[in-house]
């Protein structure tokens, strides 16, 4: 399938107008993306974090060494060197392309700085630590970097871009398929681990093992002991749709009260209709441990933006566990 490879081009900029030319000129023929900081419009975004999103976005990288440094970032390193360090970090194939003769290049091309001079210097031992070609001449360079880069791309083959339309005909439906075959796969995959208890749950207390819940009554405070299973019992049928925190408190709260021992707690409970309830400590931790048993989840059922409440469901896992907890078996 066609695809174009884009290409980064990194130099300095005004001594090397016609070097940059030779470049992308030899880049198009070889039917390359270039792309450089001069080609991109004015932008709000930081510009350093623009270079770097553009160069994670090319297949190769090109650099051009002249005779000046260029200028220079926050840090003191020019903006060609930061670009040349990203590129080779982030593991982008580069290719670099050093001036064969600087004492040659005119004065105005030159670097005429001291301190920017020691820098160009420790720059070129720098990448020549990594193999280099020489060029004398922008038409020598256009004709090093298109064999350069033949060569390159046949031995490092990069992603490129594709037009959306190649994927046409038999080859697009193939590529649907398989993605469709990979989805029910992965769904299928998902619901059987969604239907077993989650690693680990063997050493949490479940079942028959009782949990101390503590209540407040009318003008009292108590603790009563409900096995994992009666717990479940209680709040579960509420969830086989979904329901709010409050609404499990309130349930689990109606239905504790027939865990106590205390007559007098009960009779007023029912004739007064007071408000016993499950102390909120209690509440919490029980609703942590069905979660932790794979019992319940977090409803992932859309609303609207007004309604803030935290909704809570069976998981499938939970489903298959109730049912059998609460269905009557054979005398």
């Given amino acids: 399938m066609d695809k174009k490879h884009q290409v980064f081009v990194s130099s300095t900029y005004i001594d090397l107008i016609d070097e940059r030319k030779e470049l992308v000129q030899a880049l198009l023929e070889l039917d390359c993306i270039p792309a450089g900081m001069e080609m991109f419009p004015a932008s709000n975004e930081d510009q350093w974090s623009l270079i770097k999103r553009v160069i994670d976005e090319c297949d190769y990288y090109v650099l051009i060494i002249g005779n000046r440094y260029g200028s220079l970032s926050e840090n003191g390193v020019s903006y060609t060197e930061k670009e040349y360090d990203y590129a080779v970090a982030t593991g982008v194939p580069t290719l670099s392309f050093i001036h064969s003769e600087p004492e040659n290049v005119a004065i105005k091309n030159s670097e005429l700085d001291a301190d920017k001079r020691a820098k160009l210097d420790a720059f070129k031992i720098k990448v020549q630590k990594k193999l280099v070609k020489y060029y004398n001449s922008p038409e020598d360079l256009g004709g090093k970097v298109s064999r350069a880069l033949v060569q390159l791309i046949s031995r490092v083959d990069r992603p490129g871009w594709i037009r959306g339309d190649a994927l046409a005909g038999d080859e697009a439906r193939d590529v649907i398929e398989k993605l469709r075959t990979e989805n029910e796969s992965l769904k299928l995959e998902l619901n059987n681990i969604d239907t077993l208890p989650p690693p680990g749950t063997e050493n949490l207390s479940s079942g028959e093992f009782e949990f101390t819940a503590s209540f407040d009554g009318y003008n009292s405070h108590g603790e009563v002991n409900v096995s994992w299973d009666d717990i479940f019992i209680i709040v579960g049928p509420l969830l086989f749709n979904e ?67 935290t909704y809570w469901t069976l998981t499938n896992y939970g489903d298959q566990y109730l049912t059998k907890l609460m269905a009557i078996p054979k005398s």
């Avoid at 329901?243 to 239905?255: C, D, G, L, R």
């Fill in 243 to 309: 329901a709010t925190e409050p609404q499990m408190k309130q349930e689990f709260s109606n239905q504790l009260i027939l865990h106590i021992d205390n007559a007098a707690e009960k009779s007023h409970h029912y004739k007064n209709k007071s408000w016993f309830k499950v102390d909120s400590d209690s509440f919490h931790q029980i609703k942590t441990q069905l979660r932790a048993l794979g019992l319940i989840k977090l409803s992932e059922k859309k609303r609207g933006v007004r309604d803030t409440a």
